[in-house]
């Protein structure tokens, strides 16, 4: 696609577009795929997400594709922006997720969760990975070997470590998320094995945990390797899917018992016991 740089100087482009929330944090994942150097998110009515994404350069491929539209603005310092709109979280029972920058202190019995942002999906931002993390942070049991399919930026693996888990490995089939996720985890400390791949190259009977933030499709494809990776007695958490898909996802996972339900708005997760 053609791109339009702005010649004059002290002007770039943002790209202004609401999104519901089944599409906000892919949205984002893929403007910052795209080149965003910044990405500010604000509420909008009707429980909907206001998303403006700064750009060196206007790419009205990327307007199409998103459903944006472009705004030439005065420049600004769109890191402090940025990361001023990215708050600390608290997750699960036991989480308090901080963007890498932020000092804010950790509150009394939480577990500082250090997240990064960038060019991959699942940081503890969006419902959906906040629903896998609680499901791990309440049914990972020590000494678990943990696996995470579709492992995005490596926060279901950070997490998995942090509470206990023996040994984490992820897999991803988006190459430029497995180098985000393999800086990510070292960067926090963490030797995790990762590989470009999908559930179908792990064997049989290997996990303890398995994490599977995904969506409806990729679930059910995957669930027969899902349910042959578990060990017999072990657990996985699936999420990133809306609460209509519920059904859909306990058919194709449906040789295993379901343990427990969590959900967050229009988000659910499940974690099932083979």
């Known amino acids: 696609m053609e791109r339009e740089r702005e010649a004059g100087a002290g002007l770039s482009w943002t790209l202004t577009l609401t999104c519901d929330e089944e599409r906000c944090e892919l949205i984002s994942a893929e403007l910052w795929d795209r080149g965003a150097t910044g990405i500010i998110e604000e509420a909008a009515p009707e429980g909907h997400t206001l998303l403006r994404a700064f750009f060196d350069a206007r790419d009205e491929g990327i307007a199409e594709e998103v459903g944006g539209v472009w705004h030439e603005v005065e420049e600004f310092d769109w890191v402090a922006a940025t990361r001023e709109s990215l708050q600390p979280i608290e997750a699960g029972d036991r989480l308090f997720l901080a963007p890498e920058w932020r000092d804010d202190p950790t509150p009394p019995g939480r577990i500082r969760i250090v997240t990064h942002y960038g060019r991959a999906y699942g940081t503890g931002a969006g419902e959906a990975t906040r629903l896998a993390l609680l499901g ?24 998995a470590l942090t509470l206990g888990a023996r040994r984490a490995i992820g ?52 669930a027969h390797h899902l349910a042959r990776i578990v060990k017999p007695g072990g657990r996985i958490v699936v999420s990133g899917f809306l609460h209509f898909d519920v059904s859909a996802v306990r058919e194709a996972l449906a040789g295993l018992r379901e343990i427990a339900r969590y959900d967050e708005n229009n988000w659910t997760a499940l974690v099932l016991e083979r």
């Open 171 to 222: 897999c991803e089939i988006d190459p430029e998320a497995l180098d985000v996720a393999r800086e990510n985890l070292g960067k926090d400390g963490f030797d995790v094995p990762l590989f470009l791949g999908t559930a179908d190259c792990v064997r049989s009977e290997s996990a303890d945990f398995i994490g599977a933030n995904l969506n409806t499709g990729t679930i059910a494809a995957l």
């Open 136 to 159: 791990i942070d309440r049914l990972l049991r020590p000494g678990d070997q943990f696996l995470d399919v579709g492992t995005g930026t490596g926060i279901l693996c950070a997490v």
